[in-house]
């Protein structure tokens, strides 16, 4: 009953489940929902191609390398966040546990 009543929580366990489902799930679940999408839909794949090309002929190869390695420091630094976000909620959970249990004596 506590449990339903937001008494006792479930936070550590569940938040670390969370966490890999966001950092290693999603990713890859969204590069093939992509990835599907493109081929079921022609219209986007036309969209798809059309803006490649567009932006990818405008850029010469220093360019396009560093527009490859930005977008892998945007993904690296979005991890990261996903990380340090849950930590806080992790550490606040363990703060709320201690304070219910100096509370107890």
Same mark, same amino acid.
């Given at each position: 009953?506590?449990?339903? +009543?937001? !008494? #006792?929580?479930?936070?550590?366990?569940?938040?670390?489940?969370?966490?890999?489902?966001?950092?290693?799930?999603?990713?890859?679940?969204?590069?093939?929902? #992509?990835?599907?999408? /493109?081929? !079921?839909?022609?219209?986007?794949?036309?969209?798809?191609?059309?803006?490649?090309?567009?932006?990818?002929?405008?850029?010469?190869?220093?360019?396009?390398?560093?527009?490859? +390695?930005?977008?892998?420091?945007?993904?690296?630094?979005?991890?990261?966040?996903?990380?340090?976000?849950?930590?806080?909620?992790?550490?606040?959970?363990? /703060?709320?546990?201690?304070?219910?249990? #100096?509370?107890?004596?």
């Amino acid at each position: 009953m506590d449990f339903l +009543t937001f !008494k #006792s929580f479930i936070s550590t366990s569940a938040l670390i489940v969370f966490y890999y489902i966001g950092a290693f799930i999603l990713p890859i679940g969204t590069w093939f929902l #992509s990835a599907w999408l /493109i081929k !079921k839909y022609k219209f986007i794949d036309d969209a798809q191609k059309i803006g490649r090309d567009a932006i990818w002929g405008l850029l010469n190869k220093k360019q396009q390398t560093k527009l490859v +390695t930005l977008f892998i420091i945007f993904f690296l630094f979005l991890e990261l966040f996903w990380r340090m976000m849950f930590e806080f909620l992790i550490a606040y959970m363990q /703060i709320r546990d201690a304070l219910l249990q #100096s509370q107890a004596f």
